[in-house]
């Protein structure tokens, strides 16, 4: 099976999400129907369950529950996306297919991290699990709201300006407004009259903005806790847009603390060469952004594989008739 540019193809990039991207039932099909998915999932929540806590996959995939009903619950949304986007990676190795570069946004850089070979599975694991608890015991409520227009809009709004701040940059037209709990409706109201096209994600922290700073001192407490290995896989990071040099509890706390620039990492990419992409985030969000990327040349290929419109299995059968077949 083709795995990798070793055997000629285009440089395969994993491409992991962060928060905002998960959803109840995330996955279900390929927790149903794909064994090497279901395996590495089962193989987390028994570790979840050893540490002591409740099954996760139990609460992913409990039937009473709406696929359309916010998680976002960080304790259990945290190690979920991890569980979920670290499987779905697996699952792509025991095809034979083999990242060449992995590049991480926000939390989604702990499960890339994992990937290649930063932290084992269990460090991270309880990294993503103790990040998610201690976030949510410090209490700090908000949101994240993604805006279809350009950035620089929020810094010509006097509203905007004063009462959010830029999170992610996704897109020339595309990012995110880091909101605390009590702008929410005026931000929100502002972008109203002003006509935007606006989606508040599920996600109950404003992240990416000074609103976290007061828990940088705890944090790296936390993240001193890990040894950190350099990665065996290029990992680029989408807090700096560059490949990681150097990964260690400083700079995890810049991941978390500093705007994601997803628009600027996949620019560079871009203007380096082509690739093939694999998004292996929960929603299928980031092949969308990179093929709207302004530096996208059409060269490169994008797969999708899971997706909030039940496609997941025929994504899955794509890509893998794809690279074999190449």
Excluded at 66 to 92: C, G, K, W
Excluded at 108 to 135: R, T
Aim: aromatic share 10%.
């Amino acid at each position: 099976m083709l795995a990798s540019s070793s055997n000629g193809s285009l440089p395969i990039v994993f491409m992991f999400s962060g928060q905002g991207s998960q959803s109840y039932h995330m996955a279900k099909d390929m927790m149903q129907d794909i064994p090497e998915f279901q395996e590495t999932m089962q193989q987390i929540d028994a570790l979840i369950q050893a540490s002591g806590r409740p099954s996760l996959l139990e609460k992913l995939y409990d039937p009473a529950v709406n696929a359309r009903e916010p998680f976002n619950d960080i304790r259990y949304s945290h190690p979920a996306i991890f569980m979920v986007e670290y499987a779905l990676a697996t699952a792509l190795r025991e095809n034979g297919i083999e990242p060449d570069i992995v590049v991480g946004a926000s939390l989604g850089e702990v499960a890339a991290a994992a990937v290649a070979g930063v932290l084992p599975l269990e460090s991270a694991l309880q990294l993503v699990i103790q990040q998610g608890e201690f976030l949510y015991q410090a209490s700090i409520p908000g949101t994240l709201i993604a805006v279809l227009a350009e950035p620089e809009m929020q810094q010509r709004c006097d509203i905007l300006r004063q009462h959010s701040e830029v999170a992610a940059i996704n897109l020339h037209n595309n990012f995110l407004l880091a909101v605390t709990e009590a702008n929410i409706p005026l931000v929100e109201s502002r972008l109203k009259q002003s006509g935007e096209t606006f989606l508040r994600l599920p996600v109950s922290i404003p992240f990416h903005s000074s609103a976290i700073e007061p828990l940088q001192q705890q944090s790296t407490v936390l993240l001193n806790q890990y040894t950190y290995s350099s990665p065996n896989i290029t990992l680029h990071s989408c807090a700096t847009s560059l490949p990681v040099t150097r990964f260690d509890s400083q700079h995890l706390w810049q991941v978390f603390r500093q705007p994601i620039n997803l628009n600027q990492t996949v620019s560079h990419l871009e203007n380096s060469g082509n690739y093939r992409y694999i998004d292996v985030g929960p929603n299928g969000t980031f092949s969308n952004l990179i093929k709207y990327n302004q530096a996208y040349s059409g060269k490169s290929e994008i797969f999708p594989i899971l997706s909030p419109f039940g496609k997941d299995l025929q994504n899955w059968e794509t890509l893998l008739f794809t690279f074999d077949y190449a």
